[in-house]
């Protein structure tokens, strides 16, 4: 069966690394979660890598692929046309398909206020000390109800994404550190043997034929990844197979549970109700 397109990175002496960080996150003149994140890297001598990326903006082993947005980019991606609505999902759902642990890390999403009332979401910008417990801070209005982005995080979710948001960027290195950490299966401390699990870069799907149509068909089930869809097919041979069979699917297939399969029936069972007029 073919798969997507995907490859270990190697240098010219045979080297691996640990990390494979996409370009344009570290292009800019701007403290990131990513760039303190790869200063902690070199503080560990850690082997890492800074290469283009079509997925993702950091890969770890064990299939842990990371896209970083600032909250700002996030929110703007949910305003005015549905341009930037639909690109967000379109990366989103080619994160899920091609690895089998997505995350979204989300900078400085804790730090934001969410008025309901006001419906609108501010931003900090400066925060000044006036007591010794009151601060007087300045925020930027975004023009996004909090409803409407908290449905979008967890729609996110449901598409098999874990997503974290930190305060800043200095706690986003250190929720990026943990994860690489999660991902090498460390438990306590650098001085552990590590488990020989590398990077593997993936291209954006081009589906050539009919088994990678097949993939792409169960992809669009909710929590169901690209390594997930191959081993349903692996299992039961056929998409029509996996479909009749679906409430089988955490006996016999690994790394799907009870949740997932409730999630795919809801799906496949429930009736459809189109309230717009034909």
């Known amino acids: 069966m073919t798969k997507l397109k995907d490859y270990v990175q190697m240098d010219i002496f045979g080297n691996i690394p640990d990390v494979i960080i996409d370009v344009h996150e570290v292009s800019r003149n701007k403290v990131t979660s990513v760039t303190l994140f790869i200063d902690l890297l070199k503080r560990h001598k850690i082997n890492h890598k800074i290469q283009k990326l079509d997925i993702a903006d950091i890969i770890m082993p ?3 692929a990371i896209e970083r947005k600032s909250i700002r980019d996030f929110l703007s991606s949910l ?3 549905k341009t930037g609505h639909a690109r967000l999902f379109e990366q989103m759902k080619a994160l899920s398909d091609s690895y089998e642990n997505p995350i979204l890390l ?5 730090s934001v206020r969410l008025d309901v009332t006001d419906k609108a979401i501010f931003i900090p910008i400066r925060k000044k000390k006036i007591r010794r417990r009151i601060y007087a801070v300045i925020e930027e ?7 409407a982005f908290l449905a979008v995080i967890k729609r996110i979710e449901n598409m098999g994404i874990r997503v974290i948001q930190t305060y800043n960027a200095l706690h986003g290195s250190q929720i990026l550190w943990s994860l690489y950490r999660e991902s090498k299966g460390i438990k306590s401390g650098l001085g552990e043997d590590l488990k020989k699990k590398y990077p593997v870069v993936r291209v954006k799907p081009r589906f050539k034929n009919i088994a990678e149509q097949q993939i792409f068909f169960l992809c669009g089930l909710p929590g169901v990844s ?4 191959e081993r349903v097919l692996r299992t039961y041979k056929t998409p029509y197979n996996a479909i009749v069979q679906v409430n089988r699917w955490d006996v016999d297939v690994e790394g ?3 949740k997932i399969v409730e999630k795919v ?3 496949l069972f429930t009736e459809f109700r189109n309230k717009k007029k034909v």
């Open 62 to 64: 064990s299939e842990y």
């Open 141 to 147: 209005r975004i023009g996004v109800h909090p409803n």
């Open 256 to 258: 799907i549970g009870e």
């Open 106 to 110: 989300l900078e400085s999403g804790l």
């Open 265 to 267: 029936q809801k799906i």
């Open 226 to 229: 690209y390594a997930r869809a």
């Open 79 to 81: 305003i005015g046309t």
